[in-house]
Structure formats: C-alpha cells, structure tokens
C-alpha cells in the first residue's frame, strides 16, 4: 500500500493511509480545495499537509466524515480554515472529545500514545443537519446526511461533475463494518437513501480500497440481513442466531449491543 494519491475523477484523489487505513479525499478547484478527513493527530495531520502541497497550493476548506478521532483529531493543523461537519459531529466532538481521546490512548501503543495526549480537540466550525452546498474553486460539491447509521453523524461528501462519492465509514472495506457507535437498525436504511440518491460510481469508504456501487449495494444488503436478524434475536435470544451473522462473534456482540438498545428505545 503506499501513500501517494491517487486520481480516481476529475482532479479528486484519494490518499489511503497504514494508519488505521484510513482514506483522505482531496477535490482540487481552480482556486481552491476540499480536505475530506484530517487523520488521527497532528503529526499525522502535517503528514497529509505536506502531501496536500504536492497536489495543489490553493487554500482549502475541510469536512469531518464524523466524530471519530482517527478522522478529525488532526483538524487544529487545518485551522484557521472553515471545518465542516454534521451538526451533532460538532457537538460530539465538543462533549466528548476527551472521552474518546482517553479510550484511544488506552487501546494504542506506548510509542503512539504522546501523539494523541498532544492533539488539541478541534470541532467543526461550520455545521448543518441534513444537506449543504460547497463551491470548491468552482465546482460544485454537496455535503449530506442521509440519517443514523456507522455514527450519529455520518456525512456523505458528493462530487457530481466527477461521479465520485465519499461515504466516510458509512461503507467499509477490508473489515467489518464498526458498529461501536452505530445504529444497526436504521443502517441499512441510510445506505439506501445515499446510493438512490446519489449518482456516481466510484465510492471511496472511510477504510479500504476505493470500491463501486456494487460493493456499497452489497454492504447495505448484508446490513439489512444484519438487521433483521438482530431484530429476531431481539425476540428469540441471540443464542441460536449468533453464527447466522456475517461477523466474527465479537463484531455481532457489538452489532446485538446496539441494536437493542434502539430496540429498547433508548437510543434516539
Ligand atoms: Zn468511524
């Protein structure tokens, strides 16, 4: 894997990074860019800079997939720029920032673990709640949410004169889909929304190689098998259903976990 970027539309690029294997996307307008995802921490943010700088000297503007630090923790080095993000990615990352940065600093390395103490915890300056509109030195790029799903916050970022699509971890490749912060019932339904409404057949997932809309297609069927079946186990008890799931057994924990808890309504 290196970590050079590549062109997959017009002038947009993808960086896909060792850590976390995580994909950066970068739209290049006349004279100016967009910056999707800033990584995990300063380092790795100035990291991404100096890449960014091979590609294009425009000023940029950012948007946050969501509130999960290895997406946004290396927002502070794009600053002063605008930083857009869900409303509630915002708020996340206002209220619990601190939170997360001490459960990642609990599960890293010992070598790694002074460059997320380091992070100053930036959160989106510039929000909105289901769609917005970015000109991107002239192009037209669209921002949306389309509902609960990996987070609270997911925000598809949509380039259209390119037929690329960002999902952020709303589609996942290489792994299971993270379901720690998800809503397992509405996410398939979320999926479905983004690809009906959305044109464009290279969609680049939150992690993973670049995929098409066969594979998101495939993703949101298997979610809505997911779902069902936690649905049932809701009912039935997860013992008999725990190997009917497409996951490892500590993946559909996670999936059961949070399924019931929308199923018990605790969660909105
Ligand atoms: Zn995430």
Same mark, same amino acid.
């Given at each position: 894997?290196?970590?050079?970027?590549?062109?997959?539309?017009?002038?947009?690029?993808?960086?896909?990074?060792?850590?976390?294997?995580?994909?950066?996307?970068?739209?290049?307008?006349?004279?100016?860019?967009?910056?999707?995802?800033?990584?995990?921490?300063?380092?790795?943010?100035?990291?991404?800079?100096?890449?960014?700088?091979?590609?294009?000297?425009?000023?940029?503007?950012?948007?946050?997939?969501?509130?999960?630090?290895?997406?946004?923790?290396?927002?502070?080095?794009?600053?002063?720029?605008?930083?857009?993000?869900?409303?509630?990615?915002?708020?996340?990352?206002?209220?619990?920032?601190?939170?997360?940065?001490?459960?990642?600093?609990?599960?890293?390395?010992?070598?790694?673990?002074?460059?997320?103490?380091? #992070?100053?915890?930036?959160?989106?300056?510039?929000?909105?709640?289901?769609?917005?509109?970015?000109?991107?030195?002239?192009?037209?790029?669209?921002?949306?949410?389309?509902?609960?799903?990996?987070?609270?916050?997911? #925000?598809?970022?949509?380039?259209?004169?390119?037929?690329?699509?960002?999902?952020?971890?709303?589609?996942?490749?290489?792994?299971?889909?993270?379901?720690?912060?998800?809503?397992?019932?509405?996410?398939?339904?979320?999926?479905?929304?983004?690809?009906?409404?959305?044109?464009?057949?290279?969609?680049?997932?939150?992690?993973?190689?670049?995929?098409?809309?066969?594979?998101?297609?495939?993703?949101?069927?298997?979610?809505?098998? #997911?779902?069902?079946?936690?649905?049932?186990?809701?009912?039935?008890?997860?013992?008999?259903?725990?190997?009917?799931?497409?996951?490892?057994?500590?993946?559909?924990?996670?999936?059961?976990?949070?399924?019931?808890?929308?199923?018990?309504?605790?969660?909105?």
């Amino acid at each position: 894997m290196n970590e050079r970027w590549r062109e997959i539309g017009d002038r947009v690029y993808v960086r896909r990074h060792r850590s976390f294997d995580l994909n950066v996307g970068l739209v290049v307008g006349d004279d100016h860019c967009l910056v999707i995802d800033t990584r995990m921490s300063h380092r790795e943010a100035a990291d991404l800079i100096e890449a960014i700088r091979t590609v294009t000297s425009s000023p940029w503007t950012v948007v946050n997939s969501h509130a999960h630090f290895d997406h946004c923790f290396g927002n502070a080095l794009f600053r002063p720029a605008e930083i857009w993000g869900h409303v509630r990615c915002a708020e996340e990352i206002e209220d619990y920032g601190e939170q997360q940065r001490a459960a990642v600093i609990g599960r890293l390395p010992e070598a790694r673990r002074k460059e997320v103490e380091e #992070v100053s915890i930036t959160a989106p300056d510039q929000t909105f709640t289901t769609a917005a509109t970015l000109d991107v030195g002239g192009r037209t790029v669209h921002l949306r949410h389309f509902g609960l799903g990996h987070s609270s916050n997911d #925000v598809v970022t949509h380039v259209p004169d390119a037929g690329v699509v960002f999902a952020g971890d709303l589609v996942e490749e290489g792994a299971p889909p993270a379901f720690s912060d998800s809503y397992p019932i509405d996410w398939p339904v979320t999926t479905a929304a983004m690809l009906a409404e959305l044109t464009g057949d290279v969609i680049v997932p939150g992690h993973g190689r670049v995929v098409d809309r066969a594979f998101a297609e495939e993703q949101r069927a298997e979610l809505a098998e #997911v779902a069902d079946l936690a649905r049932r186990a809701h009912v039935e008890g997860l013992r008999g259903l725990v190997h009917a799931f497409p996951y490892p057994e500590d993946v559909t924990h996670q999936v059961i976990e949070r399924a019931f808890l929308q199923l018990d309504a605790q969660l909105t």
